[in-house]
């Protein structure tokens, strides 16, 4: 198994460009998780999907960010405009019915300038 | 507040001795505790996970404690190699159920030569 991808692995842009990270999770997991990294706030989860639902997204900082999981296999996080403190690392994780383990992406290094 | 604290230092030890890291958490009663390992420029990785009715769980030289009285788990590390360098998350299912979890921040461990 290619366990779960991301892309693109890295990303700068500019202040006010809109940002798309993409996330295939491992087949056969009903649940996907997407985090976001810093140093100062640690790992904190942005929302997560159950069967392709959202089911918490309490963890989304502001109305730019927004997440869909329109299949089993794809997901996308969405940042629209980017501000320079979006500038993190952003991890797609996923996770198997009855298994409370997570199984983390690469992560996307994310760069708004 | 909710809280899980790790201790924010780095553990520096040398190799071949045992490396113990602590995760205290307050206002929660998790059902389950897990650790995971994280690399740099890499996603956190699962090692090993211990339920509330468990009062340790080992895996190779791994070695877990979960206190549900103390609010704390210890993480071991014995026969320590450089290879086991890099920062050790724990996490809390705060819904009691096999979705979501809390990150800690993380301890990074230095082993030495």
């Known amino acids: 198994d290619a366990g779960v991808i991301q892309s693109p692995r890295h990303e700068v842009t500019e202040m006010g460009q809109e940002v798309t990270l993409r996330c295939k999770p491992i087949?056969?997991?009903?649940?996907l998780f997407w985090y976001r990294q810093t140093m100062m706030r640690g790992l904190e989860l942005l929302i997560y999907?159950?069967?392709?639902?959202?089911?918490?997204d309490s963890g989304m900082p502001e109305d730019r960010f927004s997440a869909k999981m329109p299949n089993a296999s794809f997901s996308t996080l969405k940042i629209q405009p980017s501000e320079p403190r979006d500038s993190a690392v952003y991890f797609c994780?996923?996770?198997?019915?009855?298994?409370?383990?997570?199984?983390f992406g690469p992560g996307t290094r994310l760069l708004v300038l | 507040s909710q809280k899980i604290e790790q201790n924010s230092e780095a553990l520096n030890i040398q190799e071949g001795k045992t490396a113990t890291l602590t995760c205290n958490y307050t206002?929660?009663?998790?059902?389950?505790l897990q650790w995971y390992r994280q690399d740099p420029g890499r996603g956190p990785v699962f090692l090993l996970l211990?339920?509330?009715?468990?009062k340790e769980k080992r895996k190779e030289r791994l070695k877990v404690t979960f206190d549900t009285t103390l609010k704390q788990s210890l993480f071991h590390i014995t026969a320590s190699q450089p290879a086991d360098s890099a920062t050790y998350l724990c996490?809390?299912?705060?819904?009691?159920?096999?979705?979501?979890?809390?990150f800690g921040k993380g301890t990074m461990l230095l082993v030495s030569p």
């Open positions: 994780a996923s996770s198997g019915r009855g298994d409370g383990t997570q199984y």
């Open positions: 087949s056969g997991h009903d649940y």
């Open positions: 999907f159950n069967n392709n639902v959202p089911i918490d």
């Open positions: 206002n929660y009663s998790p059902a389950y």
């Open positions: 211990i339920r509330e009715n468990e």
């Open positions: 996490a809390l299912d705060i819904n009691s159920g096999y979705s979501t979890l809390t």
